[in-house]
């Protein structure tokens, strides 16, 4: 595995390239499970907690998800969930190529950190070839590169009794009277430091476009894409989920999708 640098021109014209021109979100299949009737959304419920358990009985901490070579890349890859937020200090942000970006370690954590862009560029970084795999039924083939996320946990000096990471991020999934619903997502200790969870910031030998999560997204390989927040700007560790959302996890699994989502 090898690493990747970027200087600023280019991560600003790859992040812009091809988020002006989509405006839908990449999972539509997603709708259906916001009804609390909805066959979908019970089918899930129930496989959640089997396919955890399952998965980590036969898979153990270590297997790796398939790994694939460049010639294996067929297509761009397809960007799932939001396209482009819409927070003014996100757009900010991007029109100066995400200098100012800072990725924030809290929660149950020794030493509260917060890491540059370039500081995060500057860590040992990890590539890798693998397939993303949509709830929808669409896969890609596709070049991530990034830092371990392990490796950034290890600088904040996790808490024995933190369980779980949970990704807070820039784009806004609703609004209500009660105000935005901001995209959330969560793992456990065990696929945080697994050696192919990493925070990309580069696809394909280029800079991440923002399409697909720039300046920073996760790839938790062992799972569905829907578990691979983007945008993210905050990770929090946690010994419980009870105060995130609805309590199950993620912003999918509070609307009746699977928190464990492997594959």
């Known amino acids: 595995m090898h690493g ?11 992040s812009l390239l091809g ?19 909805s066959t979908l959304r019970t089918v899930f419920e129930a496989a ?8 980590r009985l ?13 010639a294996d890349i067929r297509q761009t890859q397809h960007p799932n ?21 800072k990725l924030a370690i809290e929660g149950l954590v020794a030493r509260p950190t917060t890491f540059s862009r370039e500081a995060l560029l500057a860590m040992p970084a990890r590539t890798q070839i693998t397939r993303h795999d949509c709830v929808e039924g669409w896969s890609c083939i596709a070049e991530w590169t ?18 779980y990471v949970v990704f807070h991020c820039y784009d806004v999934i609703e609004r209500s009277l009660s105000g935005a619903i901001t995209y959330y997502e969560s793992i456990d200790m065990i696929d945080a430091y697994h050696p192919q969870t990493i925070l990309a910031y580069g696809l394909n030998g280029a800079a ?13 390989e062992r799972q569905l894409g829907y578990k691979m927040a983007k945008f993210v700007h905050t ?24 928190w464990y989502a492997g594959i």
């Not at 990747?4 to 790859?14: H, I, P, V």
């Not at 988020?19 to 009737?37: H, K, R």
């Not at 036969?58 to 460049?70: D, F, I, R, S, V």
Request: hydrophobic share 35%; glycine share 10%; aromatic share 8%.
């Open 58 to 70: 036969l898979g153990g901490a270590h297997t790796l998800a398939p790994e694939y070579t460049k």
């Open 48 to 55: 959640s907690g089997l396919t955890y358990r399952s998965q």
């Open 81 to 101: 969930g939001s396209v482009l937020p819409d927070a003014e200090d996100y757009l900010e942000m991007a029109r100066d190529n995400f200098a100012s970006f």
């Open 4 to 14: 990747a640098r970027f200087d600023r021109r280019r991560f600003l014209q790859s």
């Open 146 to 163: 990034g830092v371990p996320l392990g490796m950034v946990l290890d600088q904040a000096r996790p808490k024995t009794n933190a369980r």
């Open 208 to 220: 991440l476009p923002i399409a697909n999560g720039a300046p920073l997204r996760v790839r938790v």
């Open 19 to 37: 988020a002006s021109s989509i405006a839908l979100t990449g999972c539509d299949v997603f709708d259906g499970a916001t009804d609390p009737q």
């Open 235 to 258: 990770i929090e560790l946690a010994e419980s989920l009870t105060h995130l959302g609805l309590g199950k996890g993620s912003y999918w699994a509070d609307r009746g999708y699977e």
